[in-house]
């Protein structure tokens, strides 16, 4: 679930909650509505971050064998959304396996809602929505408008991407918001997620590693 107003106060966060952070070469998370996808350079595509570990399959094969009713029938409605999520991806010069946070997110349902009121695929908080430049209102909601939201949570995750440069923190960030991954930083001394996850939400560090089985899902057993 994506964190609410986080794009906003990351830069101060950088610099009160983690100076050591500040200094080390992390961007700062820009505003988002100002960072459309003009100008936008292509971030190099690789499938690493989404590869498990040899010690993170146990977890992966458990995680497939619980789920493989639900994971086949996201398989199938998959074929109606991966190819436009894939195009929103590529837009913005973002790896097109990050379509499999959609997944772990929503099971890719538009009107999927949690019981703390994020909605649609990308499961966007209202005022995060909102930020993003997306219509959250008693006339409509663009959080389960399939393509908006998309174009919305890449130009996000490409934010996150451009503060944390590592795609494993990225999608901890995106569950638990940016200020859990600073404070893992700060207490680990370290931006490497295998040395910092331990100081994270057991939450994100579930959620880090749904995506992590459900890539190989797809890619691997499903190729």
Same mark, same amino acid.
């Given at each position: 679930? *994506?964190? $609410?107003n986080v794009?906003?106060?990351?830069s101060l966060l950088l610099a009160l909650v983690v100076p050591s952070a500040a200094n080390s070469g992390l961007a700062p998370l820009a505003k988002t509505r100002m960072n459309m996808e003009t100008g936008s350079s292509p971030i190099e595509k690789t499938v690493s971050f989404a590869l498990p570990g040899q010690d993170e399959m146990p977890y992966v094969h458990s995680y497939i064998q619980e789920n493989?009713?639900?994971?086949?029938a996201v398989k199938q409605?998959?074929?109606?959304?991966f190819k436009m999520i894939e195009t929103v991806l590529q837009r913005f010069g973002l790896p097109a396996e990050l379509k499999y946070l959609a997944v772990i997110e929503?099971? *890719?349902? $538009?009107t999927a809602t949690s019981r703390v009121g994020a909605r649609g695929p990308w499961q966007l908080m209202a005022s995060t929505a909102q930020d993003l430049g997306l219509k959250v209102d008693s006339a409509q909601d663009e959080r389960t408008n399939f393509y908006k939201?998309?174009?919305a949570a890449a130009l996000y995750l490409r934010d996150l991407h451009r503060t944390f440069k590592d795609w494993r923190l990225v999608l901890a960030a995106y569950n638990a918001g940016p200020l859990p991954v600073f404070r893992a930083m700060q207490r680990s001394k370290s931006t490497d997620f295998r040395v910092l996850e331990r100081y994270l939400p057991s939450e994100s560090r579930t959620h880090v590693k749904r995506f992590m089985a459900t890539a190989y899902y797809f890619d691997a057993l499903s190729a």
């Open positions: 679930m *994506l964190n $609410s794009p906003f106060v990351c493989d009713e639900s994971l086949l409605r998959s074929k109606r959304y929503s099971d *890719l349902k $538009s939201s998309t174009r």
